[in-house]
Each structure stands twice: as C-alpha cells, then as structure tokens.
C-alpha cells in the first residue's frame, strides 16, 4: 500500500507542475490520472501488478475477446516486467499483454478452468485480496474499458463502491466485478466507454 501511495504522490507533483496558468490560479483542479503504462508497473510492487494483471486479463478476455496466453498471473508478471525491460515504458500494459507471445507451455493436467464469463473474478476474489490488489483491478479493468488514463479518485471510488455493493449483499459473494462495477453507479467506464 505504502509503494502505491508513493507512486501516487510522484504522480501528482508533476501533474500539478504541468498545469496551466489558469489552473493554477484556482480555476480548475484536474485530478491526477493514472496512466497505466511500463512507468506505471515498473513503480508498482508485486500486489498492484497482479492485481492490474487480473483486471487487464479479465477486461481482455472476456470484455474485448482478445486472444491472450494461457499464463499464470505470475508468468504474465514475469513476462511483462521482461518486456518493459525491452521495450518503451510509453507503451500502455493492454498493448503489452497483447504483444506477448500467445503460445505457452501445455496446461497441466487438473488445474482450475473456468468457462463462465469472468471467471473467479468474483465476491470471494475480491474479499481476499488487499485494497492496493482492488485498487490495479479496478485501474485495469477501467483502462481496458475506456482506454484512457484513469483518475485517482475515481479509482478510489469505484473500489469504495464495490466494497459498498459487496458487504450490502453478502449472500451474492459469487456476483462478477465487473458486474458490480456496471451495477454501482456513474463510473468511469460508463461515461467513456466508446469500444
């Protein structure tokens, strides 16, 4: 969480630099927006980029029916931290996910399959892992949607209101999140979304 807030705030000192004079006379004050590009994951740790592995997958797959390889979270960690060290860090992480190879070891024998639409992006996914984890899925699964950077407080909202959906209806722990997302209100990916 600590990494997160301090990417955070390098993020806004310079966004606050950047703005125009009339901004700056206290006209407008634009948010800070979180790009998700190569800067971004090379500053996240290892929770914030699994957790904006899993929103971009999910958004990927099943949203944008991208062919994507069949990885594990960790090998998509391991693979996209190996291509920023070759390629611009300018480029955004849904063009990175894509450019990865598609071909992958065989799956092994047992092992989870999920068929249904998002997977086990679900309730009891979203209570067991850490608000920096929610706060990349939501981050990714947004960019996914709108292809723009996102606001911090609008991330910050969104997963506010997912928790809000989430501990309002604990008997619809297996609902998607990206069905709560559509269900909470005015988003980001609502109002942008032109794909």
């Not at 901004?23 to 948010?31: D, H, I, L, S």
């Not at 249904?116 to 992006?121: A, L, N, R, S, W």
């Not at 989430?166 to 297996?174: F, G, L, M, T, V």
Request: one cysteine or more; aromatic letters at 8%.
């Amino acid at each position: 969480m600590r990494v997160l807030v301090m990417w955070l705030l390098l993020a806004v000192v310079p966004a606050a630099q950047a703005q125009k004079p009339a901004e700056a006379a206290g006209t407008a004050k634009p948010q800070a927006e979180i790009r998700s590009d190569g800067n971004w994951w090379k500053q996240a740790d290892n929770d914030a980029q699994d957790g904006m592995i899993s929103g971009l997958v999910d958004c990927l797959h099943w949203e944008k029916h991208q062919n994507l390889p069949n990885l594990s979270r960790p090998d998509f960690i391991l693979k996209v931290s190996r291509y920023y060290g070759q390629h611009p860090a300018s480029i955004t992480l849904d063009a990175a996910l894509l450019a990865l190879p598609k071909t992958a070891p065989p799956s092994q024998p047992g092992g989870e399959h999920y068929g249904e639409k998002h997977g086990y992006f679900d309730g009891m996914y979203w209570v067991e892992v850490s608000t920096e984890q929610r706060e990349a899925f939501v981050l990714g699964y947004l960019f996914c949607k709108t292809g723009s950077a996102q606001a911090m407080g609008a991330i910050a909202h969104a997963v506010e209101k997912v928790d809000q959906w989430y501990e309002s209806n604990p008997k619809k722990d297996d609902t998607k999140i990206a069905d709560v997302l559509d269900k909470v209100g005015d988003l980001p990916h609502k109002a942008k979304e032109n794909h």
